[in-house]
């Protein structure tokens, strides 16, 4: 072992330089700071989008429109989904649960059946919301319909 060949340990050293570390470190002084002003304090914190007094851009946008807190979100299910699914299935039963259970709908949703499309064959629909033509093209063709 010669002195020339000692290293330090692995881990051992950082490769960044430390700041504030006297004037001799080149980065003591303001330590990489600046001079003066909030952002040279210790403890300095800015709220989310302040910009230094300047308007901030959330209120120099114009803004329009409303959306309803209490808006019911609906999953809308066709007629022409059901009757591949009847067909699929060869079911005339069709509920919640087997929407929920052939991935078309997630468990929690609200689903309303919709007029596009058209039913062949006699199903019975259990659903939480129907449109008034959906109802009417299920009757006619001998099925049910049942609001849950």
Do not use: C
Request: hydrophobic share 30%; glycine share 12%.
């Amino acid at each position: 072992m010669r002195l020339h060949t000692l290293k330090p340990a692995a881990g051992s050293t950082k490769s960044r330089k430390r700041i504030g570390r006297g004037q001799g470190s080149g980065r003591g002084g303001t330590s990489t700071k600046g001079h003066k002003g909030a952002k040279s304090r210790s403890g300095y914190k800015t709220k989310f989008g302040f910009e230094g007094g300047q308007m901030p851009l959330q209120r120099r946008v114009p803004k329009f429109g409303f959306k309803s807190p209490n808006r019911i979100e609906v999953k809308p299910v066709n007629l022409d989904d059901l009757q591949k699914l009847s067909e699929k299935l060869s079911v005339s039963d069709i509920t919640v649960e087997t929407l929920v259970d052939n991935n078309i709908i997630k468990k929690n949703d609200t689903v309303k059946i919709l007029g596009k499309g058209t039913v062949t064959s006699k199903i019975n629909v259990t659903a939480h919301a129907i449109s008034a033509s959906a109802k009417e093209a299920i009757e006619s063709s001998g099925g049910s319909v049942n609001i849950v």
